[in-house]
């Protein structure tokens, strides 16, 4: 397993752009997850996919967030109209289907700043 | 709703001493718990799991917690702290459905020569 990838690393926009972040699981793994983490904090949930299904989805995730998982493999997350207050790091995990494993296993992140 | 507070959010040990972080957890059912370590500027590296079975587990880098479920704790120990242990470390419980994780606020260890 080559672990999870996301891209880009960084990303720095000015309020009001859009923004588009990767993340590829590891090969194989059917859930996926999206978190978000502030300076100081511990992430916090945003939403989850099994295969190419959004199963759940935080209050977190504003009307401006949307996620998409097309064929069940790579996912993408959009922000529309940025915020000062999206500027976070976003982290994306992912799990196997095996029955009983539960762990998530992360990437690097996307740190975010909005000018 | 599962929530986890972890006890201190600084934490100084000298090289060689014993490491002891701190993690509470609450949860209305039988509760998975995890420990990660967060390296700057980087996701976070599972350190160990409590699912089911032995309430002591043991993880990478020498890292063990043991499951209290009558203290509702699971605190992460190592015997003799190495300067590359220092990190952010967090605590998670997994919600009922098996999907995400809720995570405490993290405590940084710092690790004196």
């Known amino acids: 397993d080559t672990g999870v990838s996301q891209d880009p690393r960084h990303k720095i926009t000015k309020r009001g752009q859009n923004v588009t972040f990767r993340c590829d699981p590891i090969?194989?793994?059917?859930?996926l997850y999206w978190y978000r983490q502030t300076l100081g904090q511990g992430p916090e949930f945003l939403t989850y996919f099994q295969n190419e299904a959004q199963l759940e989805k935080s209050r977190l995730l504003s009307d401006r967030f949307s996620a998409e998982r097309p064929k069940g493999s790579f996912s993408t997350l959009e922000i529309q109209r940025t915020e000062q207050g999206d500027s976070a790091m976003y982290l994306c995990?992912?799990?196997?289907?095996?029955?009983?494993?539960?762990?998530?296993?992360f990437g690097p992140g996307t740190r975010l700043t909005v000018t | 709703a599962q929530s986890v507070t972890q006890l201190g959010s600084h934490v100084s040990v000298s090289e060689g001493a014993l490491v002891l972080l701190r993690c509470n957890y609450s949860?209305?059912?039988?509760?998975?718990l995890f420990w990660y370590v967060q390296y700057p500027n980087q996701g976070l590296q599972l350190l160990l799991k409590?699912?089911?079975?032995?309430?002591l587990v043991k993880g990478i880098n020498g890292f063990e917690a043991e499951f209290k479920k009558s203290e509702t704790s699971f605190h992460l120990t190592k015997p003799s702290a190495h300067m590359s242990d220092a990190a952010e470390y967090f605590c998670a419980v997994l919600g009922n459905a098996g999907n995400m994780l809720t995570f405490g606020g993290g405590t940084r260890l710092m690790v004196k020569p």
């Open positions: 409590y699912t089911t079975g032995a309430t």
């Open positions: 995990a992912s799990s196997p289907r095996k029955t009983g494993a539960y762990e998530q296993y």
């Open positions: 090969s194989e793994h059917n859930r």
């Open positions: 949860s209305s059912v039988p509760p998975y």
